[in-house]
């Protein structure tokens, strides 16, 4: 919940910038949007070269690993699903959202 928040805060601040300062010029070569790739970067930030040592650091304290964590907190957002044309009910647009800040 706090990850899916934490996204919705920073997307409506980034939507703020935009209206603000203007469109960015997009990525070249990536054909994304500027909604996409605020999603992607979110999603990179985190990215690492995990091993097995992690795995069990994960298990054995009961945390969720990064992906799934991202995921989840991706999932919940409308518009991610919106910018990424998430067809409703798949894994990465959840049916029923759980959300504190829409």
């Given at each position: 919940m706090a990850e899916t928040s934490g996204v919705q805060i920073a997307y409506k601040a980034y939507k703020k910038w935009v209206q603000k300062n203007g469109g960015e010029k997009l990525a070249p070569g990536l054909g994304?949007?500027?909604d996409q790739m605020f999603f992607v970067s979110y999603?990179?930030?985190s990215c690492y070269n995990r091993n097995d040592n992690v795995g069990y650091y994960n298990a054995v304290r009961g945390l969720?690993?990064?992906d799934?964590?991202?995921n989840s907190a991706l999932a919940q957002i409308?518009?991610?699903s919106t910018a990424?044309?998430?067809p409703a009910?798949?894994?990465m647009n959840?049916?029923?959202k759980c959300a504190m800040y829409g």
């Open positions: 994304l949007t500027n999603a990179q930030a969720v690993s990064e799934i964590r991202t409308k518009e991610f990424f044309n998430c009910k798949t894994p959840a049916e029923v």
